[in-house]
């Protein structure tokens, strides 16, 4: 088979408004029922992220001494973000307590105001989106991860020969994404 042309390929790109990159996006994590959210200009801190995976397990029916395989459930691999840390820790602050909302407080007492479900019996969750922005800085592809919440929380180095940006990355759980462009 005889590859393209390459002036076919050009204006493949030229005509869906080029390539989609790779640094231009945003990302914005809004918790339900608490007031752990980030805030609209804590949002350009969010360093680095990925857009969501899925899988779908097969299952295997053995029929005949062969196995026959079938499509099985789907599930959702855990979703990371790189944050740059400022020097108030405003975001680190908000989300390790959001993780204390989640599982009582530090020393194991869990009460209506910490734990899991929160007054009314509210899961203490949240939405999380990443949103590709084109080069004419419009919205593009957005993708909604629903039910989410804080998992675990990096560790952040300190060292006397350092001289980046502190990050810290935090892993978040979810049930589904969904995508809408």
Same mark, same amino acid.
Request: proline residues 3%.
């Given at each position: ?58 299952? $295997?029916?053995?029929? #005949? !001494? ?5 499509? @099985?459930?789907? +599930?959702?691999? *855990? ?36 734990? $899991?479900?929160?007054? #009314? !019996? ?5 939405? @999380?989106?990443? +949103?590709?922005? *084109? ?47």
């Amino acid at each position: 088979m005889a590859l393209p042309l390459l002036s076919t390929f050009k204006s493949k790109l030229a005509n869906g408004g080029g390539s989609a990159r790779p640094n231009l996006f945003k990302v914005s994590i809004k918790a339900t029922k608490t007031t752990q959210s980030f805030l609209a200009d804590e949002e350009i801190l969010v360093k680095a992220t990925s857009i969501p995976s899925s899988t779908i397990a097969e299952q $295997a029916l053995n029929y #005949g !001494g062969r196995a026959i395989k079938y499509a @099985g459930f789907r +599930t959702y691999e *855990n979703w990371t973000t790189t944050i740059i840390n400022d020097e108030d820790f405003a975001i680190r602050n908000r989300i390790q307590n959001w993780m204390r909302r989640l599982s009582g407080k530090l020393d194991g007492e869990r009460s209506v105001s910490f734990g $899991a479900y929160s007054q #009314g !019996g509210t899961y203490n969750e949240g939405v @999380g989106t990443v +949103t590709q922005v *084109n080069k004419n800085g419009l919205d593009g592809a957005v993708y909604t991860m629903n039910n989410l919440w804080p998992t675990s929380i990096a560790a952040m180095p300190v060292a006397w020969d350092s001289s980046d940006f502190m990050t810290f990355d935090v892993e978040w759980c979810y049930d589904t994404w969904t995508h809408t462009k």
